[in-house]
């Protein structure tokens, strides 16, 4: 019998010596050896899955960690160089190939393990039905429980990364937004301090064209006014909006008295989106800014909104 096997591949320990055609020595019958030979290759096989099983638990092993908080902490956290998170990406590709590939032996060994079956049940073999036959079908069942015990095992591994990995986008998205949202307050504190300084500002421009035309008196009394009036706008701002957005609705709706019962409700119905709407950006602080610089600009989406109305106006559809 020739075995072909790659290069490095542990060479099985097959042979054959004189002696072995004696009577009561090995007979040499095709299924017994081929059976023999395929399952210390398979053995070979599934000890090398054994070692790359071993190297997934020591490298995704972060269980040893749970009675560290302080270090369990860390698994939240990824360095510079997205070391952890290169890691996982690369286990899970990975540990998928090696599940497919596992995957493949399982299969060839089911279907050797059939032909054996059926080699015992015609006679092939030279003990038949015998104990070594059966001894050599438990063993064949025995290496392919392995296998699939190894399969089940490379699966866990890869779920373990999966919610590693996840886990740690979670906690990082959450630092993310964390950041961002400090960021956004120092931004406020920072908008705040230059609109303090703005109305002193904008006097101290106005003032240096020229002395002549106005003076210092002017300059003292103009100053303070400007400046209560524009923190008086920055501290009022949403009432400012509403208002702004009040006047904007009717004047829209033709000044909000020609209409009849059935076109205020129906310009509530529409507007109650976008109120949902303007309600979420105030909760978020933005877009309040937005709001004025709009009041006045008759865009297309408000010129099909006065259509309506006014085509409901003609047609006084109930309620």
Not at 73 to 80: K, M, V, Y
Not at 112 to 120: G, P, T, V, W
Not at 208 to 228: C, K, R, W
Not at 294 to 315: M, P
């Amino acid at each position: 019998m020739v075995i072909l096997r790659p290069h490095g591949f542990p060479y099985p320990h097959y042979y054959e010596t004189g002696g072995d055609l004696a009577p009561g020595g090995r007979t040499h019958a095709m299924a017994d050896e081929v059976a023999d030979t395929v399952h210390e290759c398979v053995g070979a096989v599934a000890g090398r899955w054994d070692e790359l099983a071993a190297y997934f638990d020591a490298l995704l092993g972060e269980k040893k960690v749970l009675l560290d908080p302080d270090r369990h902490d860390t698994l939240l956290t990824d360095d510079w160089t997205l070391s952890r998170s290169r890691r996982y990406f690369w286990a899970i590709e990975f540990l998928k190939e090696v599940e497919a590939s596992v995957a493949d032996n399982i299969r060839q060994a089911e279907r050797f393990l059939a032909l054996f079956r059926d080699s015992l049940q015609g006679g092939d073999g030279a003990e038949g039905g015998g104990d070594d036959a059966r001894r050599r079908l438990a063993r064949h069942e025995a290496m392919l429980a392995r296998l699939e015990a190894l399969r089940a095992r490379f699966v866990q591994r890869r779920e373990e990364a999966v919610a590693l990995r996840d886990g740690l986008f979670n906690a990082s998205a959450v630092m993310e937004s964390r950041t961002s949202t400090k960021l956004g307050e120092n931004i406020k504190l920072l908008t705040l301090i230059s609109i303090f300084f703005l109305p002193l500002s904008f006097c101290t421009s106005l003032w240096s064209i020229s002395d002549q035309t106005f003076g210092i008196a002017a300059f003292a009394a103009t100053m303070p006014v400007l400046a209560l009036a524009t923190y008086a706008a920055t501290w009022n701002l949403d009432r400012i909006a509403a208002l702004l957005d009040g006047l904007q609705q009717k004047a829209f709706s033709g000044g909000g008295g020609g209409g009849s019962t059935a076109t205020a409700a129906h310009v509530r119905r529409a507007d109650r989106p976008q109120k949902q709407s303007d309600g979420r950006e105030k909760d978020g602080g933005a877009g309040l800014w937005a709001r004025i610089p709009l009041f006045g600009q008759y865009t297309s989406r408000d010129r099909d909104k006065a259509a309506d109305v006014a085509h409901l106006e003609k047609v006084h559809v109930p309620v």
